[in-house]
């Protein structure tokens, strides 16, 4: 029987440091049992016991729970405006190194597309991106940046050809891309924040959480960044108390810090 949640979550935490309060409960609860369940485990005890012994359950574990889903360009119309009205801003406000923060960045495919978006504008030695996340498989396969088609599919035809190269039905992307990139793990709902960002990608990410989690990131993230500098959501999220936080609205997917 899978009882004593609870008892699950405290587990978790000492094994992991993922702390499951912050994630809605009904639906992580549900999802983590279909897992266990699929492991052949009949109680939160026996999967517990499975993840501490097991180190292939244990990452499979971490993995999905984290949700790793990722693509370059996702939602290309939010990228358009990027392109259009958010990055000629920044420029204006930045005549030097211009530091971008991709938060749960998944297999890289975001931090990717923001350099290759910019470098439209500015040289590659101007761009510099944290890209972070709490999975460090994920990061490890983004920092290989070899790809399907299906991942880059929304990327310009111009960008792709200068930017990737095909290897046996891959893409892999370039160099001098992955060189305004540096990934490191971080714990969004833990770890300390960065300081001073003219930009900031979380997108997808924050909908598993609940209210209360969802405004202690977004005020981490109005704290991280500069004047005048950006946060970029994602198309399933919103924040709705965006005014008692501090941010103009730019648009449905961005917003601003006076």
Known sequence: MFDHYEWFKKEVYRLTQIDLNYYKEKQMRRRIDTLARKNGADSYETYIDMISTDKAKFKQFINFITINVSEFYRNPDQWSFLDR???????????????????????????????????????????????????????????????SAKSVENVPADLKKKYFTQVEGSYKISDDIKRCVTFKEHNLLKDSYPKDYDLILCRNVVIYFTDDAKDMIYKNFFNTLKSKGILFIGSTEQITTYRELGFERLSSFYFRKP
Request: glycine share 4%.
């Open 85 to 147: 009205e958010v990055i000629p801003e920044i420029l204006k406000n930045n005549t030097g190194t211009i530091k971008i923060w991709s938060a749960a960045c998944s297999t890289g495919d975001e931090p990717y597309s923001l350099a290759m978006a910019f470098s439209k504008h500015v040289p590659l030695s101007r761009i510099k991106i944290l890209a972070t996340d709490i999975d460090d498989q994920v990061i490890a396969s983004a920092k290989a940046g070899l790809y």
